[in-house]
């Protein structure tokens, strides 16, 4: 990115990678009303390589450890001496309540806006929903552009890099990616994942698991179900897993906070979700919410195939078949 010579602004956001993917369009409205600021983020350490590689940004960091004063003062004093012209807090949670404390009330213009629509006894299905973020902007006086996230700036960023192919994890062929979510009691159970595992496997279609490393262990019991699948998880940063969804076939997902960024590139899946006021989703053409009453298990694997089939992202019988039929 070109030199900046205007004001300094700093962007607060370090709520996850959901929130961060449903305010890219905030970030850009953010750009685009400071065209020569140069605009620094604050997110989450595990954001930072794909929040450098977004074209709205001149610098990245994260907040320090608040439990540790002398890293506390030193933080507060760097933000004081940067001399900030507007800070946009995006995400309005207890970390960047005590930033706006600790930098007293003779700082920069503090702006907050909610990081998303909050639920309530007349829109309960907010919760947990990917937005396009435009009311999260309300509070903050922007003309947020009205569409969905999209992040196929990711793509460009690092796309002659060997890494940033499917084969430098061993994929090749037409894959799928399975993406469990990282709450043991909302996911779809290993045994569901490996038999749609084995049916795509059977139809020329590779699995792929991908998601927090923290989700290993589940990847392995589905692995015990499916030895056809390849285990990606905690393998990948942001921007890989960005690319791997752009040259996915589809997806497959109970929630998982990577879902958010494979639609943002508009790959196109299944969500599993649980029926109730928590129920997520995700406004986006390319994506069916498969909802089930009261146990994950419910949602069959031979239906989500089915689904993914209709959406013309899967095969419509075994490799041998189809190979024949020629």
């Known amino acids: 990115m070109g030199s900046r010579n205007g004001q300094q602004i700093l962007v607060i956001k370090t709520d996850g990678l959901a929130a961060f993917v449903a305010a890219e ?90 990081p998303v629509a909050k639920p309530s006894a007349k829109n309960p299905k907010r919760r947990g929903e990917l937005t396009n973020a435009s009311l999260s902007a309300t509070s903050v006086g922007l ?41 043991a009691a909302q ?34 019991e589905i692995a015990i179900e499916a030895p056809e699948v390849v285990d990606l998880t905690g393998k990948t940063d942001h921007l890989q897993l960005a690319s791997l969804a752009q040259e996915a076939s589809f997806f497959v997902s109970d929630g998982a906070p990577e879902v958010f960024l494979a639609a943002s590139v508009d790959c196109a899946g299944v969500l599993i979700r649980r029926a109730g006021p928590e129920t997520m989703s995700i406004p986006n053409r390319h994506v069916i919410t498969l909802t089930v009453k009261t146990d994950l298990a419910e949602a069959q694997p031979e239906f989500v195939l089915q689904a993914l089939v209709n959406m013309g992202v899967a095969p419509r019988g075994p490799a041998h078949q189809r190979v024949g039929a020629r």
């Open 25 to 114: 369009p905030v970030f850009q409205a953010i750009r685009e009303a400071h065209p020569a600021a140069k605009i620094s983020l604050l997110t989450q350490t595990h954001l930072h390589r794909i929040a450098r590689a977004a074209p709205y940004f001149d610098q990245v960091g994260a907040m320090p450890d608040f439990r540790d004063a002398e890293a506390r003062t030193a933080f507060f004093k760097q933000v004081r001496g940067a001399k900030f012209a507007k800070i946009y807090d995006l995400s309005a949670n207890e970390d960047s309540r005590r930033l706006q404390g600790g930098i007293g009330p003779f700082g920069p213009k503090w702006v907050t806006g909610s």
């Open 143 to 183: 003309a947020v552009p009205d569409r969905a996230p999209d992040f196929h700036w990711a793509l460009a960023s690092r796309k002659d890099s060997a890494n940033m192919q499917p084969s430098w994890f061993g994929v090749s062929g037409p894959f799928g990616l399975l993406i469990p979510g990282p709450e």
């Open 187 to 220: 996911r779809w159970p290993a045994a569901r994942y490996g038999a749609f595992a084995r049916m795509i496997a059977a139809r020329g279609v590779m699995p792929v698991i991908i998601g927090a490393k923290e989700t290993h262990v589940f990847a392995d």
